[in-house]
């Protein structure tokens, strides 16, 4: 009977081990978690940044609406409390997000329209043309 319950206790060390090995697998290391987009994000999205507080949160929406989006995580720099080591320590978390292109110049034409100087289908050149 000792023997059975010696064989009981290591199958239980066992599966608790490799239990929480599994456990510690799926929190830090199977899943990863989506980058948050400094230009896009809110205060509470920044602070879910591990090294970002409110105050920092807000010191990066602040210089984002003063000088328009970043154009790359390094800008980070330029807002008040944030270092290249606070930088480094929270770059692997950020990102920054595609940048809308510029719109196209010119007037926008509709369906059916057609260029100046152009007959409409159905009508006739003007005379000399």
Do not use: H
């Not at 984002?64 to 770059?91: C, H, Q, Y």
């Not at 990102?95 to 034409?109: A, F, H, I, L």
Request: glycine share 14%; charged share 20%.
């Amino acid at each position: 009977m000792r023997k059975y319950t010696f064989l009981a206790i290591g199958a239980l060390f066992v599966l608790l081990t490799l239990g929480g090995v599994a456990y510690a697998a799926g929190e830090g290391g199977g899943a990863s978690q989506a980058k948050v987009d400094i230009n896009t994000a809110t205060v509470d999205e920044l602070q879910s940044v591990p090294g970002l507080d409110q105050e920092l949160a807000q010191n990066i929406i602040d210089y984002r609406e003063a000088n328009g989006p970043f154009s790359s995580v390094d800008d980070l720099t330029s807002v008040e409390g944030i270092d290249n080591e606070k930088l480094d320590a929270m770059r692997d978390q950020i990102t920054v997000g595609e940048m809308p292109g510029p719109e196209p110049m010119g007037p926008q034409q509709g369906p059916g329209s057609q260029p100046m100087g152009e007959p409409m289908p159905g009508e006739s050149p003007p005379a000399g043309y």
